[in-house]
Structure formats: C-alpha cells, structure tokens
C-alpha cells in the first residue's frame, strides 16, 4: 500500500507560482511512475504531468509544458510541482498518483487526497 498525501494549494494571482509537494509513504516503489493530475470543476480528471521514480524521466501536458516542472526526492519520498506562469484555466484541485504510469488515470492505483489551487484573473 501506498499513502500520498499533497500539499502546497492555494489562491494566487495570474503570472504567480506555486510548488506542490506530494509526500509518499507505504511500500517500496522503485518502478513506479508518479503523476500529477487536476480536475476543474464540471469536468474530467486530467494528466498534467509524471516522472519515473528510478530514472527521474518526465512527460508533461502540452498545456503546461515550459510553464510546469515536475521532480522528486528519492531521499524524502516526495514528489514536487513546481508551477510558474500560472493561468486562470490551471485553476483546479490538484491530485498526485503512483502506479505503473501513463497519462489517464486508470493507470495509476494510488491517490492523493487533492489540493486546490486557485488562479485570480
């Protein structure tokens, strides 16, 4: 079992930044990927980004992509989103995941519980 908890949501103006952090604990999992993912309100979870653990590799969104920057911690089990050049439509709870990896949700089989991240025109 994995447990990941997130942290690092909040409200904050268009052009500002914020850093997300999800804090891993439970088994070893070397061989998974993590991923970042976000759903705005009256709409589907989405993929924003992922990393594999062992080697550190990275896949992003077009939509975010330049603007967003995903890393991690082996040390620390924690994975991070950093998030400059943020945008009104980035508003969205933000969910972090573990799993085998991809870019849709049913390939991950752990969740975060969410944190919000609200962007002010």
């Known amino acids: 079992q994995v447990h990941l908890v997130e942290s690092g949501g909040g409200l904050v103006q268009a052009g500002g930044s914020l850093r997300l952090s999800c804090a891993a604990s439970?088994?070893?999992?070397?061989?998974?990927?993590m991923g970042w993912f976000r759903q705005a309100p009256g709409k589907e979870r989405e993929f924003v980004a992922n990393i594999i653990w062992s080697d550190g590799s990275s896949y992003y969104a077009d939509s975010v992509k330049g603007r967003f920057t995903i890393s991690r911690d082996n040390a620390e089990k924690t994975m991070y989103l950093r998030m400059n050049s943020l945008k009104p439509e980035d508003t969205a709870v933000y969910y972090c995941?573990?799993?085998?990896?991809?870019?849709?949700?049913?390939?991950?089989?752990?969740w975060g519980q969410g944190t919000q991240v609200t962007v002010s025109s």
């Open positions: 439970g088994r070893t999992f070397s061989s998974y990927a």
């Open positions: 995941a573990a799993g085998p990896g991809g870019i849709r949700t049913n390939q991950y089989n752990y």
